[in-house]
């Protein structure tokens, strides 16, 4: 191996400089270079007071955003996040501007997406990777900090308002117009855009675009519309949902929160099945006021679930 290395060290290329020597004269301005930065969508299922104990609480699928402190877009609601610096990778990156900007540590997160268009940020050219994450929001109490002002969940809603399908001579565009609604205690925001799927020649390409956007910055209700597709397109086929969860539940509880994120009732006796392998029993019970006490149930151990 070191051989190998050897050679490959000492090989010239066409104006018969080494590896070495061409990095030695490198000029890292001969192309411009633009900002990167990172977004964090931290997702969790609240639930919802409710007056009448008989009645199951109702849950609600919330979403973290922080109020900008500073230009641009000052005093609007956008994702925790920020610039990447030199030294550090991506996630770390991620890590350290969500407990600058919320206090919040310790949380699962995963890649989702990186956006690139120009003119996305009135500053210069800013590239983001956007990170999903899944907590239960029960032991989180997230505060604005650094650059943000304010930090609070929003209750997220994501709606089809309208489609269209339109023929042409080289295939199909199919257009999805939407509309983003998050609600707070205190304020309401909102973002209506559209999805164009232009399908031809066995290939789909898919375009994004906001038509209206009323206290959101940037380009984040885009990302976070894109975030809840995924994240119910994820749940229908791994185990991402149990990071809402506590460490114990009922399979009501459980089905309410796929039922929130969905945004859909779903069939007991099928919800049921396709979860038996994922959960295991345990000899624990809830007993609430107004409920038959109701059996307890944990993440599959082989499952292996970080909380």
């Not at 609604?181 to 390409?205: H, P, V």
Request: charged content about 35%; glycine content about 6%; overall charge negative.
């Amino acid at each position: 191996m070191e051989k190998e290395n050897r050679i490959q060290f000492d090989i010239k290329d066409k104006n018969g400089l080494t590896e070495a020597e061409f990095l030695k004269g490198y000029n890292p301005a001969k192309y411009d270079r633009p900002s990167v930065t990172v977004d964090m969508l931290i997702f969790t299922v609240r639930e919802r007071e409710e007056q009448n104990y008989r009645k199951l609480t109702e849950k609600k699928l919330s979403i973290l955003l922080i109020k900008r402190g500073e230009h641009p877009y000052l005093g609007k609601w956008a994702l925790p996040g920020g610039f990447v610096k030199m030294e550090e990778d991506l996630e770390e990156a991620a890590r350290r501007e969500l407990a600058e900007e919320t206090g919040l540590t310790g949380i699962y997160m995963e890649q989702l997406y990186t956006w690139g268009d120009t003119g996305r940020d009135p500053r210069t050219r800013v590239i983001s990777t956007s990170y999903m994450a899944l907590t239960d929001s029960r032991y989180l109490s997230p505060r604005g900090m650094d650059d943000a002002s304010d930090a609070a969940w929003f209750d997220v809603k994501l709606k089809q308002i309208d489609e269209e399908r339109r023929d042409t001579e080289n295939g199909t565009i199919l257009v999805q117009k939407l509309k983003l609604s998050l609600t707070s205690n205190k304020e309401n925001l909102t973002a209506e855009f559209e999805i164009s799927n232009n399908l031809m020649r066995g290939m789909s390409i898919t375009e994004r675009r906001i038509t209206k956007s009323e206290g959101i910055a940037f380009d984040h209700g885009k990302i976070i519309a894109y975030a809840l597709e995924r994240l119910r397109s994820k749940i229908m086929y791994t185990d991402i949902v149990f990071h809402l969860m506590p460490e114990l539940f009922t399979l009501t509880e459980l089905q309410q929160v796929y039922e929130t994120i969905l945004d859909k009732e779903l069939l007991k006796a099928n919800f049921r099945r396709k979860i038996t392998a994922m959960v295991e029993e345990t000899e624990q019970y809830r007993t609430d006021a107004g409920h038959r006490p109701s059996k307890l149930y944990r993440v599959h151990s082989e499952n292996n679930i970080v909380n």
